[in-house]
């Protein structure tokens, strides 16, 4: 698939994990526990006042996610809130949100993952304000939702590799040490949310793996280890960030590895599936599969960055949602147990952004 087709805890228990965290936090800057809470540790709860918005009513989703539009016929999967384990998780307040963000501009850079992501909060931030005008523009590859009332711009950059592909004599070629493209469209954002994943396991040159080449070190291969690359593209894009980013004036997110559910081998897509005809959430907080191996990847290269990067660590709570995917509801032939529905589990990613953002 490409473009079509990551208030009420009790003061003590703050002050308490702060204080046990504090030699940890010397170490890992870049962690999601700079908040005094861990977002990303917890589980999903029955709740009626969910979902955030009808999405009949949120004129933003793509076809491929409007599950309800496309004939899902079960809704229970709509009415789960995250609930951390050690903390409460604020329940977004669109008005809120604007207020804070007031002539804030966010971009969202990544794959169809990220475009789920911004597609959510779009729904989130239009239903608190149905009657005020904004404005949706598409140009190249960035998309512009803007609310000129409040000066806020939600953007997203349509990147799946974040490193740069160029179109040499000899085809297109991947470049893992090369990032030109961050210099011209990343500058002069508040916020920037990166994501990249999922391409990197694509192959069948052409159709969805869209180079001939790949270059590393200054070599051209045709093919190598993907993990191998991805890391070293990873490494590339934190140097970008390590030296172009102002931490006083920009925050950035890394929304960690959105998995997939297909048999539990989230890098395998030819197996047989799992999300099909799911409608509840694996119970607890632990999802009994494991990791996708790129998370450990992800971390490790955000521990060595020198600038403050948040890393939204969504993937064990995704993972609990094997319930959340479009499935066969994603208006064509086929099963997608790779993106999510909206509404669905991107909202509460986003729930956890803007928690974090206020927090800060
Ligand atoms: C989540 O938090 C609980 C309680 O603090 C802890 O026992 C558990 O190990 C944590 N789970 C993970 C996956 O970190
Ligand atoms: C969502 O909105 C549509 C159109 O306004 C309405 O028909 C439907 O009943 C609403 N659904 C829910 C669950 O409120
Ligand atoms: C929206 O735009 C229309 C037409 O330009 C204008 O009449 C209306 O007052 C605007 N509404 C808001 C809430 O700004
Ligand atoms: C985005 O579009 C610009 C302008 O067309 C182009 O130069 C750039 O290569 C594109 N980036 C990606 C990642 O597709
Ligand atoms: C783009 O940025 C990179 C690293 O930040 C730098 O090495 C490179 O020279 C820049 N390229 C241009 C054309 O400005
Ligand atoms: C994916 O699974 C199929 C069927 O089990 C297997 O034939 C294929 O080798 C697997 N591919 C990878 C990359 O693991
Ligand atoms: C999950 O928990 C709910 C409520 O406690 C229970 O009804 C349900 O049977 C549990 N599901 C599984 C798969 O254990």
Redesign the pocket.
Known sequence: MGYHHGYHTSFRSIAISIILLLPWLDRVESSEFSSGC?Y???SWIQDSTYPLYNSSNCPFISKDFDCQANGRPDNLYLKYKWNP??CSLPRFNGLDFLMKMKEKKILFVGDSISLNMWESLLCMVHAAVPESNYSLKSKGNLSTFSLPEFGVSLEYSHNVYLVDLVKEDIGVVLKLDSIENGNYSWKGYDVLIFNSWHWWVHTSKGKNQPWEFIESNGKIFEDMDRLVAFKEALSTWSGWVDSNVEPLTTRVFFQGISPVHYDGREWNRSVSTTCKGETTPVNG??YPGGLPPAVAIVKQVLETMSKPVILLDIT?LSLLRKDGHPSVYYGQDGNDCSHWCLAGPPDAWNEILFALLSNS
């Open positions: 861990d990303f540790n917890g384990t050690a907080t632990i064990t």
